[in-house]
Nanobody, 120 residues
Framework: QVQLVESGGGLVQAGGSLRLSCAAS????????MGWYRQGPGNQRDLVAV???????NYTDSVKGRFTISRDNAKNTAYLQMNSLKPEDTAVYYC??????????????WGQGTQVTISS
């Protein structure tokens, strides 16, 4: 079994910053990608940013230049530094990991989500 635990959400004013963390634990052999998705009220869950084990990153256009995804492979942890936050960034942010467990089975794991609220 694999667990992803997110932390770092909260309420900030527009223009502020937050840093999200996602720690993966459990039966993990290796993690290929770790990513952050978000889901606003009435919206679908969309990709925000993703990073491979080799450090290749990809961002949705709306966060380019403001958000930075990083990871510590030794700790199986990913981070999302969010700067210049806007009210439209308000959403529940979910961590995702594409990984192989110790049985060699490839799975996609999700965290429970962390609320990010940006006030105008």
């Amino acid at each position: 079994q694999v667990q992803l635990v997110e932390s770092g959400g909260g309420l900030v004013q527009a223009g502020g910053s937050l840093r999200l963390s996602c720690a993966a634990s459990g039966s993990i052999r290796s993690i290929y990608t770790m990513g952050w998705y978000r889901q606003g009220p009435g919206n679908q869950r969309d990709l925000v940013a993703v990073i491979t084990s080799g450090g290749i990153t990809n961002y949705t256009d709306s966060v380019k230049g403001r958000f930075t995804i990083s990871r510590d492979n030794a700790k199986n942890t990913a981070y999302l530094q969010m700067n210049s936050l806007k009210p439209e960034d308000t959403a529940v942010y979910y961590c995702n990991a594409d990984l192989w467990n110790k049985l060699g089975v490839r799975i996609r794991a999700w965290g429970q989500g962390t609320q990010v609220t940006i006030s105008s």
